[in-house]
C-alpha cells in the first residue's frame, strides 16, 4: 500500500470511490427500511433487505470525535502534519472517517457542524470535511 | 475449584532478557520450553498447543500452532491457532479450558510470542498498524494512527466527563512504579505527571508516554486436568471463568466509544463461571495499549460508575501498595507491548502474583485475578484465574 489510495474491496465501494472522483457524494439507501449505510454493500443491517439505491446525499454532519495527529504515520501523510481526523455522524445516520481540512486544528471541536469538500490528494479524491460555512478548496 | 482445569506451568522469554534468542521461532521455542519445565513435563506430556499468530508476514501467514508442535516434537497433537487482531488476544486459556473439558487434551502448552521491535523498529511498527489495523478502505487514506484510536476515545471521554490528561497521565506514572519493581520490565525509569503531559503530542490528546511501549516478548504456560492440578512442583492457579464479546472492530462502527455493553458482559460472564464478585478479586489486569483504556475498561467492567474512571485511577490506588492494584508488571505502557504476546506476559504474571513469586511488587496474599485482553478495537476477553 502506498499512497493515500483506498485498498478497494467490492464493486459498491468502487461506485462509491468512482462517484467521489466525478465530486458526487453517494450513499446507499435501503429500500424496504429507508436505513441509509456505510460502508456500501448488499445488505441492510438494520433488516437484512437486499433491496438498495444509491442517493446523493449533501454530505452534512456533525463530530461526535477527532483527533489531531503529531507524528505521521508513514511517509506520505508527512506533508499533512498536523491534521486532523473526525468521527463524523451524517444527518442522514451514518458515521463516517475523513480529515476536517481548511482550517487551524484549534478551530475543531466536538458537536461542530461540518459538509463534505472533496479533496484531490494526487492519487485518490478523498470526501473530507470542512467546518459549516467554511470555504472549500 | 476442584473441578476447573489448572495452569501448572508459566515462564516468559526475551521480554527484557538480553540473552534470549530475538528471532520468532527462537523466542517461541525457548518459552514453550521453560514453560513445561517449570509444569514438571517434558514435551512427551504435551498433547495440546494454542498458539496466536505474528504481526507480520512472514511469519503472519506461516505461524501455525501444527507447526509449533512440530518444531517442539509435540505429537500428536490438538493444534489451535488464535488469530491477532479482531479477535482478543488472551484466548489461549478458554481453549486450553474447553478442549480439556471436552476430552480433546489433557496438557496443553499455551503459547504466545513476538520479536516486534528487533524485527520492524518502533518506526515500521507504527506505519505497519497504520495500514493494517485500520480498516484499509475506510480509514486508512485518512491516516490515521493506531493511536488515533485511543486518542479519538479519549477527546470524547473528556467532552462527556470533564476527564483530563493529568488524570491519565497518573496512569502512566503509576505503570513506571510497578514496572520499577519488575526486572524483566522495558522501562523502569520513574517519570512524573508533567513528564507525561509535556511528552510529544502523538495523536491529541494521547502523547508518547500515554501509548504502549514497542517491545519483544514471549509468554507461555501450561493448563491441564482439574485432577491432575496438584501433580506439580508448583502451586495451581486455577482458570476459575471466561467471558466474551465484541463491541466492534473498527472505532467508526462503534456507537458510543466511551461505553461497551459488550465487556460488561464478558466480565459478567467470566465473573458468573468463576463464582467471585468484584470485590473478591484481589488484583485486576486491564489491557492497557493506552492511558485512556485502563480509564474506559475500569468503568465498562463495572470497578467504577461510568465517567469516574479518571478520578477512580488518580488518587494512588491503582499503584504499588494501593488498594486496587493493576498491573502489578509495569503492563504494556510499562512492561512490555510486543503485539499478540502481551496478554499471555500480563496473564503469566498473574499467575506469578497468586503463587506469591513476585518480591518486591508481591501483592500480600494475592489468590484471585481478573486479566483483561482487547482485539481490534473493542473485542474483549476476560479471564478470571484463583488458587485455593
Given at each position: 500500500?502506498?499512497?493515500?489510495?483506498?485498498?478497494?474491496?467490492?464493486?459498491?465501494?468502487?461506485?462509491?470511490?468512482?462517484?467521489?472522483?466525478?465530486?458526487?457524494?453517494?450513499?446507499?439507501?435501503?429500500?424496504?427500511c429507508?436505513t441509509?449505510?456505510?460502508?456500501?454493500?448488499?445488505?441492510?443491517?438494520?433488516?437484512?433487505?437486499?433491496?438498495?439505491?444509491?442517493?446523493?446525499?449533501?454530505?452534512?454532519?456533525?463530530?461526535?470525535?477527532?483527533?489531531?495527529?503529531?507524528?505521521?504515520?508513514?511517509?506520505?501523510f508527512?506533508?499533512?502534519?498536523?491534521?486532523?481526523?473526525a468521527?463524523?455522524?451524517?444527518d442522514?445516520?451514518?458515521?463516517?472517517?475523513?480529515?476536517?481540512?481548511?482550517?487551524?486544528?484549534?478551530d475543531?471541536?466536538?458537536d461542530?457542524?461540518?459538509?463534505v469538500?472533496?479533496?484531490?490528494?494526487?492519487?485518490?479524491?478523498l470526501?473530507?470535511?470542512?467546518?459549516?460555512?467554511?470555504?472549500?478548496? | 475449584?476442584?473441578?476447573?482445569?489448572?495452569?501448572?506451568?508459566?515462564?516468559?522469554?526475551?521480554?527484557?532478557?538480553?540473552?534470549?534468542?530475538?528471532?520468532?521461532?527462537?523466542?517461541?521455542?525457548?518459552v514453550?520450553?521453560?514453560?513445561?519445565?517449570?509444569?514438571?513435563?517434558?514435551?512427551?506430556?504435551?498433547?495440546?498447543?494454542?498458539?496466536?499468530?505474528?504481526?507480520?508476514?512472514?511469519?503472519?501467514?506461516?505461524t501455525?500452532?501444527?507447526?509449533?508442535?512440530?518444531?517442539?516434537?509435540?505429537?500428536?497433537?490438538?493444534?489451535?491457532?488464535?488469530?491477532?487482531?479482531?479477535?482478543?488476544?488472551?484466548?489461549?486459556?478458554?481453549?486450553?479450558?474447553?478442549?480439556?473439558?471436552?476430552?480433546?487434551?489433557?496438557?496443553?502448552?499455551?503459547?504466545?510470542?513476538?520479536?516486534?521491535?528487533?524485527?520492524?523498529?518502533r518506526?515500521?511498527?507504527?506505519?505497519?498498524?497504520?495500514?493494517?489495523?485500520?480498516?484499509?478502505?475506510?480509514?486508512?487514506?485518512?491516516?490515521?494512527?493506531?493511536?488515533?484510536?485511543?486518542?479519538?476515545?479519549?477527546?470524547?471521554?473528556?467532552?462527556?466527563?470533564g476527564?483530563?490528561?493529568?488524570?491519565?497521565?497518573t496512569?502512566?506514572?503509576s505503570?513506571?512504579?510497578?514496572?520499577?519493581?519488575n526486572?524483566?520490565?522495558?522501562?523502569?525509569?520513574?517519570?512524573?505527571?508533567?513528564d507525561?503531559?509535556?511528552?510529544?503530542?502523538?495523536?491529541?490528546?494521547?502523547?508518547?508516554?500515554?501509548?504502549?511501549?514497542v517491545?519483544?516478548?514471549?509468554?507461555?504456560?501450561?493448563?491441564?486436568?482439574?485432577?491432575r492440578?496438584?501433580?506439580g512442583?508448583?502451586?495451581?492457579?486455577?482458570?476459575?471463568?471466561?467471558?466474551?464479546?465484541?463491541?466492534?472492530q473498527?472505532?467508526?462502527?462503534?456507537?458510543?466509544?466511551?461505553?461497551?455493553?459488550?465487556?460488561?458482559?464478558?466480565?459478567?460472564?467470566?465473573?458468573?463461571?468463576?463464582?467471585?464478585a468484584?470485590d473478591?478479586?484481589?488484583?485486576?489486569?486491564?489491557?492497557?495499549?493506552?492511558?485512556?483504556?485502563?480509564?474506559?475498561?475500569?468503568?465498562?467492567?463495572?470497578?467504577?460508575?461510568?465517567?469516574?474512571?479518571?478520578?477512580?485511577?488518580?488518587?494512588?490506588?491503582i499503584e504499588?501498595?494501593?488498594?486496587?492494584?493493576?498491573?502489578?508488571?509495569?503492563?504494556?505502557?510499562?512492561?512490555?507491548?510486543?503485539?499478540?504476546?502481551?496478554?499471555m506476559?500480563?496473564?503469566?504474571?498473574?499467575?506469578?502474583?497468586?503463587?506469591?513469586?513476585?518480591?518486591?511488587?508481591?501483592?500480600?496474599?494475592?489468590?484471585?485475578?481478573?486479566?483483561?485482553?482487547?482485539g481490534?478495537?473493542?473485542?474483549?476477553?476476560?479471564n478470571?484465574?484463583?488458587?485455593e
Amino acid at each position: 500500500m502506498s499512497g493515500r489510495k483506498p485498498v478497494i474491496t467490492s464493486s459498491a465501494a468502487q461506485h462509491f470511490w468512482d462517484e467521489c472522483a466525478k465530486g458526487r457524494y453517494l450513499l446507499q439507501q435501503c429500500t424496504n427500511c429507508q436505513t441509509f449505510r456505510y460502508p456500501p454493500g448488499p445488505i441492510c443491517w438494520n433488516c437484512a433487505s437486499d433491496g438498495v439505491e444509491w442517493v446523493e446525499s449533501p454530505g452534512r454532519g456533525t463530530i461526535f470525535t477527532f483527533t489531531t495527529i503529531g507524528r505521521a504515520p508513514s511517509e506520505e501523510f508527512k506533508p499533512y502534519v498536523p491534521y486532523t481526523v473526525a468521527l463524523v455522524d451524517l444527518d442522514e445516520g451514518p458515521r463516517v472517517m475523513g480529515n476536517v481540512i481548511d482550517c487551524a486544528p484549534e478551530d475543531i471541536s466536538i458537536d461542530a457542524r461540518v459538509e463534505v469538500a472533496f479533496e484531490d490528494v494526487g492519487d485518490a479524491v478523498l470526501p473530507q470535511f470542512v467546518l459549516s460555512g467554511a470555504t472549500a478548496s | 475449584m476442584k473441578d476447573k482445569p489448572a495452569i501448572v506451568g508459566a515462564a516468559t522469554a526475551g521480554v527484557d532478557a538480553l540473552e534470549d534468542p530475538t528471532d520468532y521461532w527462537g523466542l517461541a521455542q525457548v518459552v514453550s520450553a521453560r514453560a513445561v519445565k517449570d509444569a514438571g513435563m517434558t514435551f512427551r506430556d504435551i498433547d495440546g498447543v494454542v498458539f496466536i499468530t505474528s504481526v507480520w508476514p512472514p511469519e503472519r501467514v506461516l505461524t501455525s500452532a501444527a507447526y509449533l508442535a512440530q518444531t517442539l516434537g509435540i505429537k500428536p497433537a490438538w493444534a489451535k491457532m488464535i488469530p491477532y487482531g479482531g479477535t482478543p488476544i488472551s484466548e489461549h486459556f478458554m481453549w486450553a479450558s474447553m478442549a480439556i473439558q471436552a476430552g480433546l487434551a489433557t496438557n496443553v502448552l499455551c503459547v504466545a510470542s513476538e520479536n516486534l521491535n528487533s524485527r520492524l523498529t518502533r518506526g515500521g511498527v507504527v506505519e505497519v498498524f497504520a495500514k493494517t489495523a485500520n480498516n484499509s478502505e475506510w480509514e486508512y487514506p485518512f491516516g490515521p494512527l493506531l493511536p488515533s484510536n485511543f486518542g479519538m476515545i479519549a477527546q470524547r471521554h473528556m467532552h462527556e466527563y470533564g476527564t483530563t490528561s493529568e488524570q491519565l497521565a497518573t496512569i502512566a506514572v503509576s505503570a513506571r512504579k510497578w514496572a520499577a519493581l519488575n526486572p524483566e520490565a522495558g522501562m523502569r525509569t520513574p517519570i512524573t505527571v508533567e513528564d507525561v503531559t509535556s511528552s510529544k503530542m502523538i495523536s491529541s490528546p494521547m502523547r508518547m508516554f500515554d501509548m504502549s511501549l514497542v517491545s519483544d516478548g514471549a509468554a507461555a504456560a501450561v493448563v491441564t486436568l482439574p485432577e491432575r492440578a496438584h501433580d506439580g512442583p508448583n502451586v495451581p492457579v486455577r482458570v476459575m471463568g471466561f467471558g466474551e464479546c465484541v463491541d466492534s472492530q473498527n472505532l467508526m462502527f462503534n456507537k458510543y466509544l466511551t461505553k461497551m455493553p459488550g465487556l460488561r458482559k464478558a466480565t459478567d460472564q467470566a465473573l458468573a463461571m468463576s463464582g467471585l464478585a468484584r470485590d473478591e478479586l484481589d488484583i485486576v489486569y486491564p489491557y492497557d495499549p493506552a492511558t485512556i483504556s485502563v480509564v474506559v475498561e475500569l468503568e465498562n467492567m463495572g470497578f467504577c460508575e461510568p465517567g469516574e474512571g479518571g478520578e477512580f485511577v488518580s488518587d494512588g490506588k491503582i499503584e504499588p501498595g494501593g488498594s486496587f492494584p493493576i498491573n502489578t508488571h509495569g503492563g504494556l505502557l510499562a512492561c512490555a507491548h510486543p503485539g499478540p504476546s502481551a496478554s499471555m506476559i500480563q496473564m503469566v504474571e498473574a499467575i506469578r502474583q497468586l503463587r506469591g513469586e513476585c518480591g518486591d511488587r508481591q501483592v500480600p496474599d494475592a489468590k484471585t485475578a481478573l486479566c483483561l485482553g482487547e482485539g481490534g478495537f473493542y473485542a474483549w476477553q476476560v479471564n478470571v484465574l484463583g488458587r485455593e
